[in-house]
């Protein structure tokens, strides 16, 4: 896979690889690579430096993949990456949210696919979100998510807005900030069985995520599906704010 990315002034982008990543219904984790822009853009009008997070997986019902990148310019930071860890492993540095540990690991682990190693997930009801924290990611710099993923089958009924329905066949969440309270503020992409793409909705309650729809239906089942987001212009949007310099973590 190669995704490439080209900016005025600024050097060419190239992103591709094989490392990968898979997640269950509600979370999920993520290969990434930073990849800034040439030094030469320090003396030029401000110019986003794109964050690449490119996932790939397979899951009996639903998967989230992705290809960790490639270097193709200076200062590319590599965040995860699943190639050097023993299928049927648990990636450490993935922690369970609001949940255990030990559950999180016989539900999450490293699979296999055509040379590709990914974080996969079985579904067996519960919803065991797992995350890891993004402090050195500064979303001001590096604004750009992108990430593949692939839905096999919806969640029948499936609707972001109700609580009994509230049920995603794929989801990621970004955390770019947290209140005094440690309170996440946090940004929900998802694929949705019944809401229009461009849908964003957040139910009553503390701490709840923000949903914003970009896949949704039967359309595009079982099809890699490449999403490029802007989460900065995002969580202003959603916030009113600009985010801190230093993320929390993705999940």
Not at 71 to 81: E, K, R, T, W
Not at 92 to 117: F, S, V
Not at 124 to 146: A, F, M, Q, V
């Amino acid at each position: 896979d190669l995704v490439q990315h080209t900016r005025p002034g600024s050097l060419a982008l190239v992103f591709g690889g094989t490392g990968v990543l898979m997640a269950s219904w509600l979370i999920w984790g993520i290969a990434t690579t930073l990849a800034s822009l040439s030094e030469d853009s320090q003396t030029q009008p401000p110019i986003w430096k794109p964050v690449q997070y490119l996932m790939s997986s397979l899951n009996p019902a639903y998967a989230v993949a992705a290809a960790a990148a490639f270097q193709a310019a200076p200062s590319s930071v590599v965040i995860d990456n699943f190639d050097n860890l023993p299928v049927g492993g648990f990636p450490n540095a993935w922690k369970a949210w609001r949940g255990d540990d030990d559950y999180a690991r016989n539900l999450y682990g490293i699979g296999e696919e055509a040379g590709n190693r990914y974080l996969k997930a079985r579904d067996d009801g519960t919803s065991i979100i797992i995350r890891k924290k993004l402090d050195e990611w500064n979303p001001r710099e590096y604004p750009i998510l992108s990430w593949r993923w692939r839905a096999r089958a919806l969640p029948e009924g499936g609707d972001e807005r109700v609580g009994p329905k509230n049920d995603s066949a794929v989801a990621v969440y970004v955390v770019l900030d947290q209140n005094f309270f440690r309170i996440p503020k946090t940004l929900k992409y998802v694929w949705s069985t019944t809401l229009p793409v461009g849908t964003r909705h957040r139910r009553d309650g503390i701490g709840r995520p923000n949903v914003i729809v970009l896949q949704t239906g039967e359309e595009k089942l079982g099809k890699w599906v490449t999403e490029t987001i802007n989460v900065y212009d995002d969580f202003v949007r959603t916030f009113g704010k600009e985010p801190p310099k230093r993320a929390v973590g993705i999940g």
